[in-house]
């Protein structure tokens, strides 16, 4: 629970940065931080919160630059009003119990997508600038930043329950830094213009459920030294260029790729697909066509022969007598 004194001074609204992580809060965000409209930092990770993400964050705090709510209990969808914060440079959802889909409004985050440094001249000229700091998951690692805080961009949303697509705003944040999307059930194809994030350092979409093939445009991403793509279903060459064969296979593996820096042919791989293709074809729309010609093919081939029999006299006996006589010349050749 929050304590009193800080229910107090959050009622005065006098909060510009708040740092409440790991101190083994629980229940929900307490609505007297309404008040606190010029909050800069909401860093609430790491503790036992429930309940869903406010909508009134995005409203409220406008001048709002670090929001991380990691590794607590929250459920349910991300809000689109979290889009609002066009200061946000941090936003960190990551290990909580969040469904639904991306926001595709996420474009709208224009710190994101403009450097303007405006978390660094806050910091630099408040006086709180000397003890400021907020732990972030970059690269698989927990690093502490300080004074080098203005120029991180950061999305981190691993770790939940997220489906659908990933949408193709994201890829407008051309000042994104790292992106960690992992563990979750993401669906579809990585956005073709992925390769726009030209400062991103760090991708992470692994143990998802994404499809397709690894957009050409990702070897453009000359600043990133750290790639995980692994446990999808993606399929097909690996772009050529010297950025993405400069992983490890282990940043591709669980998935149906080729080329290197896999060891795996992609002449060979290519082949099986195109195989795989055409049985499937003929499994599927070929396959269906037959069956729906066998059964035409019987019924008219039927109704051709006893049709006529059924509703004419004349063509009735002259079958019968056909067959008697056909049987007769059977029996006295077998004599």
Not at 69 to 74: L, P
Not at 201 to 216: W, Y
């Amino acid at each position: 629970m929050i304590s009193k004194t800080l229910q107090t001074v959050l009622l005065l609204g006098l909060v510009l940065s708040l740092h409440i992580r790991n101190s083994s809060l629980s229940g929900k965000l307490p609505i007297s931080l309404k008040n606190c409209t010029k909050l800069i930092t909401l860093d609430v990770a790491e503790n036992e919160l429930v309940g869903s993400i406010p909508a009134w964050i995005g409203k409220r705090f406008s001048s709002m630059v670090v929001l991380n709510m990691r590794a607590n209990k929250f459920h349910g969808r991300i809000p689109r009003e979290l889009c609002n914060l066009a200061s946000l440079q941090i936003l960190d959802l990551a290990h909580n119990r969040l469904s639904w889909s991306i926001p595709t409004c996420f474009n709208k985050l224009s710190a994101m997508a403009t450097r303007n440094d405006s978390l660094g001249k806050i910091y630099l000229d408040s006086a709180s600038s000397t003890f400021d700091n907020v732990l972030l998951v970059m690269k698989g690692k927990v690093v502490e930043y300080s004074t080098i805080l203005k120029f991180v961009r950061s999305i981190d949303l691993s770790s939940n329950a997220l489906c659908g697509e990933i949408p193709e705003e994201v890829t407008r944040l051309s000042e994104l830094q790292s992106l960690n999307l992992s563990q979750n059930s993401l669906t579809g194809r990585i956005p073709e213009g992925i390769g726009a994030l030209r400062y991103l350092e760090s991708m992470d979409f692994s143990v998802n459920q994404l499809s397709g093939e690894i957009p050409q445009s990702m070897s453009d991403l000359t600043f990133l030294s750290h790639l995980n793509l692994s446990d999808n279903r993606l399929r097909g060459r690996i772009p050529s260029g010297t950025q993405l064969q400069s992983f490890g296979p282990s940043s591709f593996s669980g998935n149906e790729l080729c080329g290197p820096p896999l060891s795996k042919n992609c002449s060979v791989d290519n082949k099986f697909h195109v195989e795989h293709e055409r049985e499937e074809d003929g499994n599927g729309l070929g396959g269906r066509w037959f069956y729906v010609s066998m059964v035409l093919g019987f019924i008219v081939g039927f109704w051709g022969v006893v049709g006529p029999l059924m509703f004419n006299r004349r063509w009735r006996y002259v079958y019968y007598h056909f067959l008697d006589r056909l049987r007769d010349q059977i029996w006295w050749r077998f004599m």
